[in-house]
Every structure is written in C-alpha cells, then in structure tokens.
C-alpha cells in the first residue's frame, strides 16, 4: 500500500511539473504583431524617415535655379484653374489623389535628383511628400510656403490672410503631462507582410483628400476638449506658450514605438500642430496611414500667434519669404 502510495505522490509531483512546464512554455511563445505592429516595425526597420529626418522641404530659390535642370520635376498638385492662371515653369500639374499612380506608372522616379510637390501653402504638399516618402520615394520634397512664396499673387489669399495673432493672449504657458501608453489602433487589411499592408494602406489614404485632415485655429480653440493635441515643436517654442491642454511631443524622434508613439488616444481625434502646418503634416501622414484618427492644423502657430513668431525668428510668415518669380500661364 505504502508502495502504491508513493507511487501515486510521485506520479501527482510529475504532471504538475509538466502543466507547470507547459504552461511555461505557453506563456513564452511570442504574440504574433498586428498589422499596426507590424508596419511600424518596417518603417523604423526601414530608415524610419518621419522621426528622423522629416521634413523635406525645397526652398523657391533652388527650384528657381534648375529651371533648365533635366533632373529636377516639379508636380504642381493645385486645382487645373489655378495651374492654367499661372505655374511654375515645365512644372507638371497632377491631382494628388493620382500621385502614387503617377509615380509607380507614369514616371521613373530614380531619373530625378529632385522630384518637388507643388501646392498652395506647403501644407498639403507636406502631407503628400510625407505619403510618397513613406512609399519609399526618397527623392521628394515639398516646396516650403508653397505657391505662396513663389509671387505675392498666391500668397494673398494663402498665407498672407491666414498668418494671424488672433489667439496670442489665450496661451497656455504651463506644460501638460504625457499619457501613459495604451490601446493601439486596428489595422484590417487583411494581407500578411508589412509591406503589402503598407500598399494597402497607402492606396486608401490616398483616395481622400487632404482637406479632411486638417482643422483651423478658429474651431479648435472654441473646441480645445475635442482634440488630443500633440505640440511637435521644441521645448523653447512650448514654453512661450500653446493651446490649452496641448502635449509637447520632440521633433525627429517622440513618435517612434521605442518613445512615445503609443501613447496616442485611439478613441480621440489627434491634432498635430507646428510653427507653419508643414512639418505636422508629416506627421498627419505617417499617422493616418498607421490608422489614427488625425488631422492637421492649419497653417500652424501661425494661424494664432504670428507676430511672437516673427518677433523670436521661428518661421513667423512674412512677405520677405514671398520671392516674385515669373509664372507660367
């Protein structure tokens, strides 16, 4: 009996330590990554352009200088009425929504040094330099102010209107804390591999315009609790003063998976603000095509405090930046 009875301790002691071992084992095999991980594991994998080197601008004066450069493209993305009221010499005028078409059909984008998106501000233009660098385009750069630093006939109604000090007395001066991380957003492509639920996602995002991504200073400061506002702007810039609730997030680096990213809301709209719209556009873009809700504000601190901007020379608009070349009509 005795025999019996060690047997059966002996017998009781081996398979919990075998459910104890597989259980283990269990625990230890590794979590397949979502889509979301997935594709953000190949754009860090892959230079992680958006928070290391964004953004690409070009200035006028360089693309006014390789006017008769052969590898030098300019695709001017404005509506067919303005291109035709006046455009850059040899510039091509393309929809955006027919950008990665354009580049994956229509061109041989390695043939040029610089391939330059032409828009209004510069925002826009950002925003789709940002999509087709994500794409893999290294090449692209969006034309800093856009259209409106061309001649002072764009910038009338772009950025001469819209630079405003309208809300410089209604900043925020202290700093407001960074959430924990959290839930990360869905992904449901369908595909496998990081680089087939990028096209995926790229060719959807593609289909709407930028307008639907960005909100004007106007809406936001009545609305402030509306938005989780991500300040993409240096500490000094921050501390002069921003809209109320608003997160500081470092340029070039906070919005990687190894810093900051996740702690973005999935149940909130992100609205990314900057100095001029131009780099938060960037951002916009990288954001949408991870699945977030976002938009962009426009023109940036511009569109409220305009004047301190000029005052402290942190690209505060201003008609110096207006360059009045000729135009094509």
């Not at 096209?199 to 307008?211: A, D, Q």
């Not at 500081?248 to 998976?257: E, F």
């Not at 990288?286 to 504000?297: M, R, T």
């Amino acid at each position: 009996m005795k025999k019996i009875t060690s047997y059966l301790a002996v017998l009781f002691i081996a398979i919990s330590l075998l459910n104890g071992f597989n259980s283990n084992a269990q625990q230890n095999i590794e979590k397949p990554l979502s889509e979301f991980e997935l594709v953000v594991k190949y754009l860090e994998s892959n230079g992680d352009f958006t928070n290391t080197k964004a953004p690409a601008l070009i200035l006028a004066n360089e693309i006014k200088e390789n006017l008769k450069n052969d590898k030098y493209l300019v695709l001017d993305i404005r509506s067919e009425s303005w291109f035709e009221y006046g455009h850059i010499k040899n510039a091509k005028n393309v929809k955006a929504s027919e950008l990665l078409n354009y580049f994956e059909n229509e061109i041989n984008p390695e043939n040029f040094d610089k391939i330059s998106i032409v828009c209004y501000s510069g925002q826009s233009a950002a925003y789709y330099t940002s999509l087709l660098r994500i794409a893999g385009y290294n090449n692209v750069f969006n034309l800093k102010w856009g259209m409106s630093s061309w001649a002072e006939e764009f910038a009338t109604n772009i950025w001469l209107k819209n630079s405003k000090n309208t809300y410089a007395d209604k900043l925020e001066l202290s700093p407001n804390l960074m959430p924990i991380k959290g839930e990360l957003p869905t992904l449901k492509t369908g595909k496998q591999t990081a680089k087939e639920i990028l096209n995926v996602r790229l060719k959807e995002v593609f289909t709407k315009p930028y307008k639907e991504y960005y909100v004007k200073a106007d809406t936001v400061f009545k609305n402030t609790n509306n938005y989780f506002i991500v300040n993409y702007v240096n500490v000094d810039k921050y501390n002069l003063g921003h809209i109320k609730g608003s997160i500081r997030y470092q340029p070039k680096s906070s919005l990687s998976s190894l810093e900051n990213l996740y702690t973005l809301p999935i149940n909130k709209k992100v609205l990314v603000s900057c100095m001029t719209g131009q780099s938060s556009a960037y951002i916009v873009a990288y954001l949408n095509v991870l699945g977030y809700d976002v938009a962009n504000l426009a023109y940036g601190a511009n569109s409220y405090m305009n004047a301190t901007l000029i005052e402290k020379g942190w690209n505060g608009f201003i008609e110096k930046e207006i360059k009045n070349y000729p135009v094509t009509e």
